[in-house]
């Protein structure tokens, strides 16, 4: 007789739902919680019921669309693999997946996106969000129309979208200036390179970072904001230019993409070590600077779940009718030195 999952959930010791979760890969649910269930569903013979699902998919058509700005930049490269990893698993059940890459980030290449998708019989789409109003409206009429629509990596609250995967933000751009003020020299400058002013994650991280580095330092003195759009020569210029302000008496706090451009320049000066420098984003690149003493920390934030979870997630709602257990589906905050690597 097969092994059921409440069996397991049984042997475990836990929900049923919990015992799904772990098994799929999806929803929070603690590390070794999940092993364990792992390794009992292996012990017991568990095979899940693909076939069945299989067949049942044949009967009906399921498309999902993801549609992913900034898709050139490295962290996104890592999220692409993610949905890869989704795109294959639910096509193998007989689904399909269609991905739309942009680069940049443009409210209105998304929107265009949509249409085409909700042209093609897309049934539901996951998609990386801007701050912007007519992108709002577009969600709203597509979740009205039965058109199940999930953002990640950036959230557009109050647009109707069924859930959010991705970092707290705020509370990442937090953690980055609690350690900011645990490096930093009294008395020296604290400046922030992010990304995009529309983009509500780079926004909200800029926010939490501003706030917590006033309540540590004592002071009102909020750090100001330099836009350089994930863009690593807009990087190099900007930090120059705060290099020749401050010089070595400076901490950096890159919000988004354009750590390159930035370790260049601090690096050209010789004063690598000495600005200190926190950043998003366990990618290769950003890695190797920490390994070279350019950068302190990086703060990571499970790219491959932000690409895995929203397809799988569209699929048992299309599927099975099954919500999301949370509106905000939280990735972990990671903190990595060069000794952690």
């Excluded at 569903?41 to 399921?62: D, K, T, V, W």
């Amino acid at each position: 007789m097969a092994v059921t999952l409440q069996q397991i959930a049984d042997a475990a010791g836990v929900s049923r739902g919990t015992v799904d979760r772990a098994l799929n890969n999806r929803g929070r649910i603690n590390p070794d919680v999940a092993k364990k269930i792992k390794k009992l569903a292996a012990e017991m013979g568990y095979q899940p019921n693909r076939a069945g699902r299989a067949l049942a998919l044949s009967c009906r058509s399921i498309t999902i669309g993801v549609i992913l700005q900034a898709a050139d930049t490295p962290f996104m490269k890592k999220v692409l693999m993610g949905i890869a990893k989704a795109k294959e698993e639910v096509e193998r059940l007989g689904a399909a997946v269609v991905v739309e890459q942009i680069r940049g980030v443009d409210a209105e290449k998304v929107i265009f996106a949509m249409k085409k998708m909700r042209e093609s019989g897309c049934n539901g789409i996951a998609l990386v969000a801007v701050e912007d109003q007519h992108l709002r409206l577009m969600i709203k009429e597509f979740s009205e129309a039965g058109i199940p629509i999930i953002t990640f990596n950036s959230d557009l609250e109050q647009s109707g979208r069924l859930c959010f995967v991705g970092q707290n933000s705020l509370q990442s751009g937090k953690t980055a200036a609690g350690l900011m003020t645990e490096i930093l020299p009294p008395g020296a400058a604290v400046q922030i390179i992010s990304g995009y002013p529309h983009n509500q994650s780079h926004r909200d991280r800029c926010r939490g970072f501003a706030q917590e580095l006033v309540l540590r330092r004592g002071n009102s003195s909020q750090p100001e904001v330099h836009y350089a759009y994930d863009d690593d020569a807009a990087a190099r210029k900007i930090t120059r230019e705060l290099l020749d302000k401050y010089g070595e008496s400076l901490g950096i706090y890159v919000a988004a993409s354009g750590v390159e451009g930035i370790c260049e320049a601090i690096r050209e000066r010789g004063l690598a070590g000495k600005v200190k420098v926190i950043s998003n984003d366990l990618t290769l690149e950003n890695e190797e600077e920490l390994r070279r003493g350019t950068i302190q920390f990086l703060i990571g934030q499970d790219a491959y779940r932000q690409g895995y979870a929203p397809v799988a997630v569209l699929f048992y709602k299309l599927f099975d009718g099954k919500d999301p257990e949370q509106e905000y589906d939280y990735t972990e905050i990671v903190i990595k030195t060069k000794y952690n690597l």
